[in-house]
């Protein structure tokens, strides 16, 4: 239904992008992805130009996504953000290597695997359960900021502790948002 109300302009985009680069499926997937993740798809206009800059490039419907998620930047930090402010939470150093190394590549270096010690998982949830639940309790709405190839991967695991926590990447904090650190996860 929303891509039959599309303006004339943005119609012809998706005729020229579907189904010969992405099928329509396939774009019904990248936005159930964002709205999973409580990203509104109200500028579809701006989806649909992300989606059809990548989609030449990738075929995953979660490759795409953090594309669209990159261009939105600007938006999903307006919906965040109190004032001009965004508050964030960072992985530390230690936690942003472990999830790193957990990613498999092909030869093209595109993420095919996640592949983490369930123990690092574990302590990565605890540590990461009191630093987040002690600033919840203080009633701060911040988002947790993890490397842009682990983020799905940061937010895979820490939904099941905090389903409505954002989790961004490094290249979604769009320019001009100032940040307001509450620490890190170390």
């Not at 680069?21 to 579809?44: F, P």
């Not at 490759?63 to 930090?77: D, T």
């Not at 592949?115 to 709405?141: C, N, W, Y």
């Amino acid at each position: 239904m929303l891509l039959d109300r599309l303006d004339p302009e943005y119609r012809r985009l998706l005729e020229e992008i579907a189904p010969s680069q992405i099928s329509y499926s396939g774009i019904q997937a990248v936005l159930k992805l964002l709205l999973a993740e409580r990203i509104s798809i109200r500028n579809l206009h701006l989806v649909l130009e992300a989606i059809a800059e990548i989609a030449p490039h990738v075929r995953r419907a979660e490759q795409l996504v953090e594309h669209v998620r990159m261009r939105l930047a600007q938006q999903i930090c307006g919906d965040l953000g109190e004032g001009g402010v965004l508050k964030v939470l960072r992985l530390g150093n230690r936690w942003d290597l472990a999830f790193h190394q957990a990613l498999k590549r092909d030869a093209k270096g595109d993420v095919v695997e996640f592949d983490i010690d369930p123990r690092l998982i574990e302590q990565f949830s605890t540590e990461a359960s009191k630093v987040i639940r002690g600033h919840m309790d203080q009633g701060h709405q911040f988002a947790l900021v993890a490397a842009p190839d682990a983020r799905p991967y940061v937010r895979m695991v820490t939904e099941r502790l905090f389903a409505t926590l954002p989790v961004l990447s490094h290249v979604e904090i769009a320019r001009g948002v100032q940040i307001k650190s509450l620490g890190t996860i170390s």
